[in-house]
Nanobody, 124 residues
Framework: VQLQAFGGGLVQAGGSLRLSCVAS?????MGWFRQAPGKERDFVAA????????YYSDSVKGRFTISRDNAKNTVYLQMNSLKPEDTAVYFC?????????????????????WGQGTLVTVSS
């Protein structure tokens, strides 16, 4: 399965962006991670295949919304009220099997497939 992410760009603080990630085949959990310059890659949000299980990092909760369209094998990340500290390369990821335990969604090692990343830059 290949993943391709779209939608990054330059936006002013307080603005919005919508990221999309298209998978070439069926996957189960889908998630977004981000890596800021000089930092490690961190969890942002994830969603189960059913759409019932949804998880966010504390830093984006209330501002970002993850959703998916299984008919299109696509996951979205709506990012509102963006802050300069949201600047990063955003990676989408997916798993080939259901993740089960909710805690698994937060770990990079739970995901089997990764997209190439899309850059989001938030100016102050």
């Amino acid at each position: 399965v290949q993943l391709q992410a779209f939608g990054g760009g330059l936006v002013q603080a307080g603005g919005s962006l919508r990221l999309s990630c298209v998978a070439s085949g069926r996957t189960f959990a889908m998630g977004w991670f981000r890596q800021a310059p000089g930092k490690e890659r961190d969890f942002v949000a994830a969603i189960a295949w059913s759409g019932v299980g949804i998880y966010y990092s504390d830093s984006v909760k209330g501002r970002f919304t993850i959703s998916r369209d299984n008919a299109k094998n696509t996951v979205y990340l709506q990012m509102n009220s963006l802050k300069p500290e949201d600047t990063a390369v955003y990676f989408c990821a997916s798993s080939k099997d259901p993740l089960g335990y909710s805690g698994n969604y937060y770990y990079q090692t739970s995901y089997d497939y990764w997209g190439q990343g899309t850059l989001v830059t938030v100016s102050s």
